[in-house]
C-alpha cells in the first residue's frame, strides 16, 4: 500500500480558482462594460409609411422589401389582380313589348377550375346593376265582322317604358349589392339531384364561396352555375294603383296593364368544353328546332345537366333605417308618391299622344313647362251628344251618358 492511501483527498471545490483570483482566463470572462450613462437613446416611432434607410439607399417595394432603389426585386410576388373572364353577352327578346333582355355567360375555363376566381367574378357583377324599368301599356280590342264572320284584334293605344334604375340605393352611394346564398328552407337547384329541393344538413350555413368550390370540383360535362340580380324594397302595388288612376284621368277607357321588367338579371357559367359552347351556340340551336331534333336532346340535357342556381344579389329601392331618437325610417331616394308627382303629368301627355317608346327626362321636364316635346299633345276628339255625333258602340254611349263625364273618353272596344 502507497503512502497516499491514508491520505484524505480535499473537497472538491468547483469555483477555487475564481475564490482565490490566480486563474488568468477570468481575465477573458469579466471586462469593464462601457458607460452608457450620458448617451441620449433614440426615440421609438412604429411609422410604417417610410420605408426603413439601409446605407443611405431608399428601400422600394412591398413584401421583400431588401431592394434598394434602382435594383429590380424579382423575388417579391405580384400585386393581386381580379381575374377578368371572357365573357358572352346574348340579347333576347322579351314577351312585353319586345324589350331586349341581356344575358352574361362565360365559358372561360380558369373559372371552371378555381373557385376563388369565379366568386371573384360573382362580386365584380357589383359594378353592374340591373336595368329596372316601369311598363305601362294600353289597348283595346277591335271587332270586325265580315260576312257571318267576326274578327277580334287587340289593338294597342300606347306603350310606355320608364327607366328608373337611377332610383337604386346602391346608384347613389347608399351602401353596396348583397352576394347572398339561396334560403336553406326555399327550393332551389344545389348541385344534387335534378330537381329543385331544400338544403340538406350538411348544406345550411354554406356560402357562395363554398357553392362555387363544389361546383369547380363537380366533373360533369353539363353543368351550369347562376346568379340572379334582384331588386327590393319598392311597393309596386301602390304604383300600379296610382298609374292606371292618372291615366283614367284622361278619360281612357281601355285595359291598362302595369308591369315592372328587370333586364339583365342572370350571370352564368358553363364549362369550356366544346359541346356547352354549341348547346349556346344559336344557329346550332336553330337547326336542332328546324329538324326537330330538340325532342330527343332537351329530354337528356335536362337530366344530364347539374345545377347550381343558389347565388343572389340584391339590390334596393328602399331599406328600413332608425335616426337618432330610435325610430325607424324609409331611406329612399325618391318614394313612390313622389315619383308620381314627378312623372305623372309626363305618363297622362305620352298615353293620350298613344305613344310607343321610352319616356326620356326631356318628356318628364317638357310636361312641367307646358312644352309639347316627343310625347305630343294630340288628343282624340271628344263628342257631346249621342250616336250622331261619333260614338261607335254602346260602351261609348255609356260613357257619354254617365254622371260627371261630360267627355265620350277614348280607347274603348269597338265594333265595326
Known amino acids: 500500500?502507497?503512502?497516499?492511501?491514508?491520505?484524505?483527498?480535499?473537497?472538491?471545490?468547483?469555483?477555487?480558482?475564481?475564490?482565490?483570483?490566480?486563474?488568468?482566463?477570468?481575465?477573458?470572462?469579466?471586462?469593464?462594460?462601457?458607460?452608457?450613462?450620458?448617451?441620449?437613446?433614440?426615440?421609438?416611432?412604429?411609422?410604417?409609411?417610410?420605408?426603413?434607410?439601409?446605407?443611405?439607399?431608399?428601400?422600394?417595394?412591398?413584401?421583400?422589401?431588401?431592394?434598394?432603389?434602382?435594383?429590380?426585386?424579382?423575388?417579391?410576388?405580384?400585386?393581386?389582380?381580379?381575374?377578368?373572364?371572357?365573357?358572352?353577352?346574348?340579347r333576347k327578346i322579351g314577351k312585353i313589348s319586345n324589350n331586349i333582355q341581356v344575358l352574361t355567360g362565360s365559358h372561360d375555363k380558369h373559372i371552371n377550375t378555381d373557385g376563388e376566381a369565379l366568386h371573384r367574378w360573382l362580386l365584380e357583377q357589383r359594378s353592374k346593376p340591373p336595368c329596372v324599368q316601369v311598363h305601362i301599356r294600353g289597348t283595346h280590342t277591335k271587332k270586325k265582322r265580315t260576312g257571318n264572320h267576326t274578327y277580334k284584334s287587340v289593338v294597342?293605344?300606347?306603350?310606355?317604358?320608364?327607366?328608373?334604375?337611377?332610383?337604386?340605393?346602391?346608384?347613389?352611394?347608399?351602401?353596396?349589392?348583397?352576394?347572398?346564398?339561396?334560403?336553406?328552407?326555399?327550393?332551389?337547384?344545389?348541385?344534387?339531384?335534378?330537381?329543385?329541393?331544400?338544403?340538406?344538413?350538411?348544406?345550411?350555413?354554406?356560402?357562395?364561396?363554398?357553392?362555387?368550390?363544389?361546383?369547380?370540383?363537380?366533373?360533369?360535362?353539363?353543368?351550369?352555375?347562376v346568379m340572379k340580380k334582384v331588386v327590393v324594397g319598392h311597393d309596386r302595388a301602390y304604383l300600379e294603383r296610382r298609374i292606371a288612376q292618372?291615366?283614367?284621368s284622361t278619360n281612357y277607357l281601355g285595359r291598362i296593364s302595369v308591369g315592372f321588367p328587370i333586364h339583365d338579371t342572370r350571370v352564368e357559367a358553363y364549362p369550356a368544353n366544346r359541346i356547352s359552347k354549341l348547346r349556346k351556340t344559336g344557329w346550332f340551336r336553330l337547326i336542332f328546332y328546324i329538324t326537330f331534333l330538340w325532342v330527343f336532346t332537351w329530354p337528356?340535357?335536362?337530366?344530364?345537366?347539374r345545377r347550381y342556381h343558389v347565388a343572389t344579389m340584391t339590390w334596393r329601392m328602399s331599406r328600413p333605417m332608425q335616426d337618432e331618437s330610435g325610430e325607424t325610417r324609409r331611406e329612399c331616394v325618391l318614394t313612390e308618391e313622389e315619383w308620381i308627382r314627378r312623372c305623372g303629368p309626363a305618363i297622362r301627355r305620352a298615353a293620350r299622344a298613344r305613344k310607343v317608346g321610352s319616356l326620356s327626362?326631356?318628356?318628364?321636364?317638357?310636361?312641367?313647362?307646358?312644352?309639347?316635346?316627343?310625347?305630343?299633345?294630340?288628343?282624340?276628339a271628344p263628342c257631346y251628344s249621342g250616336l250622331s255625333r261619333g260614338c261607335h258602340n254602346y260602351t261609348e254611349w255609356k260613357a257619354l251618358r254617365s254622371p260627371g263625364n261630360q267627355a265620350l273618353g277614348w280607347g274603348g272596344n269597338t265594333r265595326r
Not at 321636364?365 to 316627343?374: E, M
Request: with cysteine; hydrophobic share 35%.
Open 1 to 90: 500500500m502507497s503512502e497516499s492511501e491514508g491520505e484524505q483527498l480535499p473537497a472538491y471545490r468547483d469555483f477555487e480558482e475564481f475564490e482565490s483570483g490566480s486563474s488568468s482566463a477570468i481575465s477573458l470572462l469579466i471586462q469593464d462594460e462601457p458607460d452608457h450613462s450620458g448617451e441620449v437613446l433614440p426615440g421609438y416611432d412604429d411609422s410604417v409609411d417610410e420605408p426603413a434607410q439601409v446605407g443611405g439607399a431608399r428601400r422600394v417595394g412591398g413584401v421583400g422589401g431588401g431592394e434598394t432603389e434602382g435594383e429590380a426585386n424579382i423575388d417579391a410576388p405580384p400585386e393581386f389582380e381580379v381575374y377578368l373572364p371572357k365573357v358572352k353577352r346574348i
Open 156 to 225: 294597342t293605344d300606347f306603350d310606355i317604358t320608364c327607366d328608373i334604375t337611377h332610383l337604386l340605393l346602391e346608384q347613389n352611394d347608399m351602401g353596396e349589392p348583397t352576394l347572398a346564398t339561396i334560403p336553406p328552407d326555399k327550393k332551389a337547384h344545389r348541385g344534387h339531384g335534378r330537381l329543385r329541393s331544400v338544403a340538406k344538413d350538411l348544406e345550411v350555413g354554406v356560402s357562395v364561396r363554398d357553392f362555387a368550390d363544389q361546383y369547380c370540383e363537380d366533373q360533369s360535362t353539363f353543368k351550369e352555375f
Open 246 to 248: 292618372c291615366i283614367r
Open 300 to 305: 337528356y340535357l335536362w337530366f344530364m345537366t
Open 361 to 380: 327626362a326631356e318628356d318628364v321636364a317638357a310636361a312641367w313647362v307646358g312644352l309639347s316635346g316627343d310625347a305630343g299633345v294630340r288628343v282624340p
